[in-house]
Structure formats: C-alpha cells, structure tokens
C-alpha cells in the first residue's frame, strides 16, 4: 500500500504546528518525532503545506499475473442438508452468461459426503466440469478442511474467477480462500461482468448504498466474488446436457481440523422472506407497532408474509429476518407490495428483481414510484382495509 513518509530532520521545532495540519488528528507528537496513526483518511493536505516534511511513497508494482495461465469461471457449490443450495443454481447460471462472453468453460466445485449424486444435476444447469471431493471428514462445514480443497481445486484448475454464494459459509471460506492466493475478494455484488481479457467488472453498493462501487482485479488470480441469495435468476434445467465429472481426493492429514463437531441438532425449517411468492411490505408510514397487524391481514389474505424496512428493525416492531435491504435480505418474490416505503437505494437493491411492484405511499414524489409497476398515492390507512375488504368480498364471491 502506499504510505507517508516523515521527513523528522525537517520537522525540528515545528513539530506541534505540523500535527494541527490533519484535520482527521491523525499526525501525533510523541517524544518530539511526529508520526501518523490509522486516522489517517491519505487525503495529502499534510503533504501539500507540511513544507517537505511530508513525502508520498507509491509501493514497487509488482508484474501483473499471467492471465494466460488462469482460465475458466468456477462456482463453488453449497450443499444444506444433503441438497444443492439454490444460490448455486443462481452462480450457475451467471457464471455460464459471463463464460459465454470470454468462450471460457464453466466449473463447479462440489464438496461434501455421500454428494457424488449431485453433480449429473449440476452439469445439467450449465457446469461445463464438476469437481467432487467426497470424503467422510467433508460431512460438515468447517473452515479448515473446506479452504483445503478448494484451495487444491484453484491450484489444479486455475480458475480465472471464483464465484461464492453469499451465505454463512460462503461468506467464510471466500475471504479465506482469497487469502491464501493474495487476491481480492469482493463481497455482495449485485452485479457481474467480464472483459475480453477475462478481468470480472464486479458492482456492489458502498458507503451505506449511496453509491455502487465498480471493483476491478486486473493483475491478480483468481478474482473472487460473493453473491448474495435471489440475485441471479435460476437458468432453465437441461436434462440432456453433458460435461464431465472429476472424482477428486485430499489426504486425511489436509483435511485436519482443530474443530471437533460433537453433535448437529437440527433446525425447524421455516419459510423466510426470501422463499415467498409474495410480500407485504411496512416502512415508516405505518405509525404504530399495532398496526402491523393490518398489513399481515393483508398478507396472510394473499398467501404471502410481511416484511420491512431497516427503520422498523431498528424500532424493534419486527423480527431483523423480515428486514428487505443491503442490511437485510434480498428477495425476488412475484408480487411485492410496499406500504408506506419511501423507496431508499438501500432497500429497493434488495427487492427490485420482483416481477410486480405495487407501491402505496402519500408521498407522490417518493422514489419508490421510480421502481414500482403500480403507483398508489395515498394514505395505507384507507387503502389497505379497502383492498382487504375487496379481497374478502372475492373470495366470498368465488
């Protein structure tokens, strides 16, 4: 990284004068030398009125990686209780899209025990080659052993790009992996693209969602990337489609773990915000806790849940797993309505893959009217029971 430099032999007896240059505090005086702290936000100001004291030092470049050597997009496959996660099927899919444009084959990595029978169902989303490593100590995830294998993957395969489900586990052998390979990682993109030189353009929100950071690896290899849940859309399922499968093996003694699992006590399933075909949404036009109850009738009535925005977490009306955003989940149901939702940058990335956007807002300027299908101005308190007595009188009806 670069650095600053102090020049002390400079800064003899104006020492106290140079540290109030920092407008962050980040040049400090102990024992008459002066010295730069982790406030320092690089913006150079001491540089430009330090007198000479302050030198900019770029680090040596190193040579760019051969890209020649690395070639291919690979998608590391998750499996949860002895299936196939979705968000793979998702990786899957984009990753055939952006291999399409580089004419690059499609890996997946499948890992686990007693998951061989998967990987026929993985070339026919659009694997070009699975890689299977079932072994007994892959049963569950643990960091060690899972980083092992696919860091013995990417030195086999060399992959020019990796792409990792945005899940718990994903989320930790990702950064990991990268680590290993003195590479970047890019966490949460919401969207993917490659050059013709294989360099993936990754897109993600930064900065509280205000603005959408545009994240390049040109001299490094592999590029990693997370990708969260319900981003991507599932291709369509090839039965005839053909590839290879690579039976894979890593010694006992690679797959050493200081993690010992006792005992797996499963989890009672339930149907997140995520899995639903419809949704109901609250922001912060609803006025009370209480009236929440209003928009789940409503819900309820149309076979869907309820969910929110961030400020009714944070207000401690609604459990954070109903919370639609970049602090909360992405969703991608059928029909989605928001009901008092200003429509904020960092909720409408969670939700604006809904294939119909019904907004109820008083507010006719609320940037939620830019994304949404149907735009309802007016008061939630009056439309909301209206629609629910509507639907009533349908059913009813029918």
């Given at each position: 990284?670069?650095?600053?430099?102090?020049?002390?032999?400079?800064?003899?007896?104006?020492q106290?004068a140079?540290?109030?240059?920092c407008?962050?505090?980040?040049?400090?005086?102990?024992?008459?030398?002066?010295?730069?702290?982790?406030?320092?936000?690089?913006?150079?100001?001491?540089?430009?009125?330090?007198?000479?004291?302050?030198?900019?030092?770029?680090?040596?470049?190193?040579?760019?990686?051969?890209?020649?050597?690395?070639?291919g997009?690979?998608?590391?496959?998750?499996v949860?209780?002895?299936?196939?996660?979705?968000?793979?099927?998702?990786l899957i899919?984009?990753?055939?899209?952006?291999?399409?444009?580089?004419?690059?084959?499609?890996?997946?990595?499948l890992?686990?025990?007693?998951?061989?029978?998967?990987?026929?169902m993985?070339?026919?989303?659009g694997?070009?080659?699975?890689?299977?490593?079932?072994?007994?100590?892959?049963?569950?995830?643990?960091?060690?052993?899972?980083?092992?294998?696919?860091?013995?993957?990417?030195?086999?395969?060399?992959?020019?790009a990796?792409?990792?489900?945005?899940?718990?586990?994903g989320?930790?052998?990702?950064?990991r992996?990268?680590?290993?390979?003195?590479t970047?990682?890019?966490?949460?993109?919401?969207?993917?693209?490659?050059?013709?030189?294989?360099?993936?353009?990754?897109?993600?929100?930064?900065?509280?969602?205000?603005?959408?950071a545009?994240?390049?690896?040109?001299?490094?290899?592999?590029?990693?990337?997370?990708?969260?849940?319900?981003?991507?859309?599932?291709?369509?399922?090839?039965p005839?489609?053909?590839?290879?499968?690579?039976?894979?093996e890593?010694?006992?003694?690679?797959?050493a773990?200081?993690?010992?699992?006792?005992?797996?006590?499963?989890?009672?399933?339930?149907?997140?915000?995520?899995?639903?075909?419809?949704?109901?949404?609250?922001?912060?036009?609803?006025?009370?806790?209480?009236?929440?109850?209003?928009?789940?009738?409503?819900?309820?009535?149309?076979?869907?849940?309820?969910?929110?925005?961030?400020?009714?977490?944070?207000?401690?009306?609604?459990?954070?797993?109903c919370?639609?955003?970049?602090?909360g989940?992405?969703?991608?149901?059928?029909?989605?309505?928001?009901?008092?939702?200003?429509?904020?940058?960092?909720?409408?990335?969670?939700?604006?893959?809904?294939?119909?956007i019904?907004?109820i807002?008083?507010?006719?300027?609320?940037?939620?009217?830019?994304?949404?299908?149907?735009?309802?101005?007016?008061?939630?308190?009056?439309?909301v029971?209206?629609?629910?007595?509507?639907?009533?009188?349908a059913g009813?009806?029918?």
């Amino acid at each position: 990284m670069a650095q600053i430099r102090i020049h002390q032999e400079k800064a003899a007896g104006k020492q106290e004068a140079l540290a109030k240059l920092c407008p962050f505090g980040a040049i400090e005086v102990a024992n008459g030398q002066l010295s730069i702290s982790a406030a320092c936000k690089m913006c150079r100001l001491c540089i430009r009125k330090g007198d000479g004291v302050f030198e900019f030092v770029e680090d040596e470049v190193k040579p760019a990686v051969d890209k020649s050597q690395w070639r291919g997009i690979a998608v590391v496959a998750e499996v949860e209780n002895g299936n196939v996660h979705p968000v793979t099927l998702e990786l899957i899919g984009k990753a055939k899209e952006l291999a399409a444009k580089v004419s690059e084959p499609v890996f997946c990595l499948l890992i686990g025990t007693d998951i061989s029978g998967k990987a026929k169902m993985l070339l026919e989303y659009g694997a070009n080659e699975v890689f299977v490593y079932d072994q007994p100590e892959l049963r569950h995830f643990r960091i060690e052993p899972y980083t092992a294998v696919l860091e013995d993957f990417i030195r086999n395969n060399k992959p020019s790009a990796v792409l990792v489900g945005g899940t718990p586990a994903g989320r930790s052998l990702a950064p990991r992996a990268a680590a290993r390979f003195r590479t970047g990682l890019t966490a949460d993109c919401t969207k993917l693209d490659i050059s013709g030189e294989s360099d993936l353009d990754q897109i993600r929100p930064a900065y509280g969602g205000n603005i959408m950071a545009h994240i390049n690896t040109p001299r490094h290899r592999p590029q990693f990337a997370t990708v969260r849940y319900k981003i991507f859309s599932i291709p369509p399922r090839n039965p005839n489609a053909s590839g290879r499968i690579h039976e894979c093996e890593l010694t006992p003694e690679k797959l050493a773990s200081a993690i010992e699992i006792t005992k797996v006590l499963p989890k009672a399933q339930e149907k997140g915000i995520e899995e639903a075909e419809v949704l109901v949404v609250a922001g912060r036009g609803v006025r009370k806790a209480e009236d929440l109850a209003l928009l789940q009738e409503l819900a309820d009535l149309l076979g869907g849940k309820l969910a929110s925005t961030r400020a009714l977490v944070e207000a401690g009306w609604i459990d954070a797993r109903c919370q639609i955003g970049l602090s909360g989940r992405t969703v991608k149901p059928k029909l989605i309505i928001t009901c008092g939702v200003s429509g904020a940058i960092q909720f409408v990335a969670g939700m604006n893959g809904a294939e119909k956007i019904i907004a109820i807002n008083t507010d006719s300027t609320a940037p939620i009217f830019q994304v949404a299908h149907i735009g309802i101005t007016g008061d939630l308190y009056k439309i909301v029971p209206d629609l629910i007595d509507r639907i009533k009188n349908a059913g009813e009806e029918a």
